[in-house]
């Protein structure tokens, strides 16, 4: 008698691996799109902290008719490195928190606080609207507030170092004695002819300068038409060029911003070479210096109103590079950010925009206003004129009267 053969149901080791190398070609194609709309959606979150920032920055000046200064607070009494006040340098990013939903942070900052960072009692307490904005030990200034901060951006502050921010406002085309505008840390008024407050008025072209307000009637280019902040990253110490600064001391101040080119990295042109740099601290014999103080990078103080935490200009495209004098000084810093291909940048008015790495940015080899350009006007030439940075530099520029046909929205 024959047995009948049972016919078990199953799949061949031949199947098994087709349907495998099938869900892997799958995976591999789906993975992509996965990054991509996690990368779309940060974008977004990041474009509504900006949105948030623009309409806190229109109730402040609803309510006090005016914009908050670049770097204001408390005057000078004790020197640089003294608990007793702000040193006339907090950003006007603090002035803002209670217009963004942070009155809880507000109130410690607007009030006296008599506890350290690790708790510990302070006698005397710290005085109303804060130390110096770089202080380690002032809570405040290390509370992270999540609207100033890029989803897309991955780099974290530690404990014990001042949080970041992410958004930075806008000071122009030019940067000609903008580290204080003729006002100094005791408040006190420069007179000088070339120097002083009112001599240097005609190179603060943005909406924002240092120890100055600035109000909506100030911005006659149109509140559409002209930035007020753009995006910024927090420096990952990596050497990527929009990250970290390059300090030249007076060379800065005398050379276009196709000058610096040459101190990138030829393979990765979004990094900085820093074999060409000769170490140390600013002037290096007209090399770079590069700033290696992990407290002294873009955007890793937000408290801080000096121009190289809490600015940029519309001089070298989004995602360029970043060149100063030295810590604390005045130099050309770019908008940049983490999201492929450009940056956001939040008008006036309040719409924020993406703006590409590749806007038109004009003539790179003109020499910033409030140097000698060799086009026979001296020193001055430029005061008034129309920005040579092109598009990006017109939108830059407050009362220049450029004419801007561009829909930066569609």
């Not at 507000?106 to 202080?135: C, K």
């Not at 951006?153 to 085309?173: H, I, K, S």
Request: glycine letters at 12%.
């Amino acid at each position: 008698m024959q047995i009948p053969r049972i016919k078990r149901k199953g799949f061949t080791l031949v199947e098994l691996l087709v349907v495998i190398a099938i869900i892997g070609v799958l995976v591999g194609l789906l993975l992509p799109a996965v990054q991509a709309a996690r990368e779309a959606a940060r974008r977004m979150s990041c474009s509504n902290n900006f949105k948030q920032i623009g309409l806190g920055l229109h109730n402040y000046h609803a309510a006090y008719k005016n914009l908050p200064m670049l770097a204001g607070g408390t005057h000078e009494t004790g020197g640089m490195g003294a608990d007793n006040s702000n040193i006339f340098w907090l950003s006007w990013l603090v002035p803002l928190t209670p217009f963004i939903e942070q009155q809880a942070l507000w109130e410690q900052v607007s009030n006296p606080l008599a506890f350290n960072r690790t708790g510990t009692i302070r006698n005397p307490p710290y005085p109303a609207m804060g130390p110096n904005p770089w202080s380690q030990n002032y809570q405040p200034w290390l509370t992270q507030v999540p609207t100033f901060r890029c989803p897309s951006d991955p780099t974290q502050p530690v404990e014990y170092r001042v949080a970041f921010t992410n958004y930075t406002g806008c000071v122009g085309d030019a940067f000609f004695e903008q580290s204080e505008s003729g006002i100094n840390n005791q408040g006190n008024v420069n007179g000088s002819n070339s120097w002083g407050e009112e001599s240097t008025e005609r190179w603060a072209r943005g909406v924002f300068r240092t120890r100055h307000f600035t109000k909506f009637r100030d911005i006659k280019d149109g509140l559409s038409n002209t930035i007020m902040g753009g995006e910024c990253v927090v420096s990952a110490l990596d050497g990527r060029a929009s990250g970290i600064n390059m300090e030249f001391d007076n060379t800065v101040w005398d050379q276009p911003p196709a000058y610096f080119k040459q101190y990138l990295d030829p393979e990765r042109p979004a990094y900085l070479n820093t074999n060409t740099s000769t170490g140390g601290l600013a002037p290096c014999g007209g090399k770079p210096c590069y700033e290696r103080n992990p407290n002294h990078q873009r955007g890793r103080r937000w408290s801080d109103g000096r121009l190289e935490y809490s600015s940029f200009h519309t001089i070298q495209p989004p995602n360029s590079y970043n060149i100063q004098r030295w810590h604390g000084q005045a130099g050309s810093f770019c908008a940049s950010s983490y999201h492929q291909g450009g940056a956001h940048i939040l008008m006036a008015d309040g719409a924020v925009v993406f703006i590409t790495d590749s806007i038109e940015s004009g003539d790179q080899n003109h020499v910033a206003y409030g140097r000698d350009n060799g086009d026979g006007r001296g020193w001055e030439g430029g005061a008034g004129r129309e920005s040579p940075y092109g598009l990006w530099g017109a939108l830059g520029t407050k009362d220049a009267k450029e004419s801007i046909e561009e829909q930066l929205n569609q």
